[in-house]
Nanobody, 125 residues
Framework: VQLQASGGGLVQSGGSLRLSCTASEPTFKNYAMGWFRQAPGKQRSFVAYITNYSGSNTYYADFAKGRFTVSRDNAKNTVYLQMNNLKPEDTAVYSC??????????????????WGQGTQVTVSS
């Protein structure tokens, strides 16, 4: 599965961005998807997760709750991360990841077999 993330950029504090991650896999709907981020000098950390098929279940890191929303459009083989009220501390490279269920520890990098290349998000104060 090849994943292509896009939508990053430079935004002012309080602004919004929508990241997209498009998969090459025609059976995309079968895959659970995660978003992670890596800030400069820090380890990569979990952001959000959405289950496969209808995406009926989603989970978020504490910092993302209430500001970020993960969704998917299986017809477009794409998962989205809508980020609102962005803060300078959200500055990072955001990557999407995929795996076939079961995904027990959706917050752990090791649960995902496929990764996109990442897209840079920079939030200015």
């Amino acid at each position: 599965v090849q994943l292509q993330a896009s939508g990053g950029g430079l935004v002012q504090s309080g602004g919004s961005l929508r990241l997209s991650c498009t998969a090459s896999e025609p059976t995309f709907k079968n895959y659970a998807m995660g978003w992670f981020r890596q800030a400069p000098g820090k380890q990569r950390s979990f952001v959000a997760y959405i289950t496969n098929y209808s995406g009926s279940n989603t989970y978020y890191a504490d910092f993302a709750k209430g500001r970020f929303t993960v969704s998917r459009d299986n017809a477009k083989n794409t998962v989205y991360l809508q980020m609102n009220n962005l803060k300078p501390e959200d500055t990072a490279v955001y990557s999407c990841a995929a795996n076939l269920p079961p995904v027990h520890n959706w917050y752990a990098e090791s649960e995902y077999s496929y990764w996109g290349q990442g897209t840079q998000v920079t939030v200015s104060s």
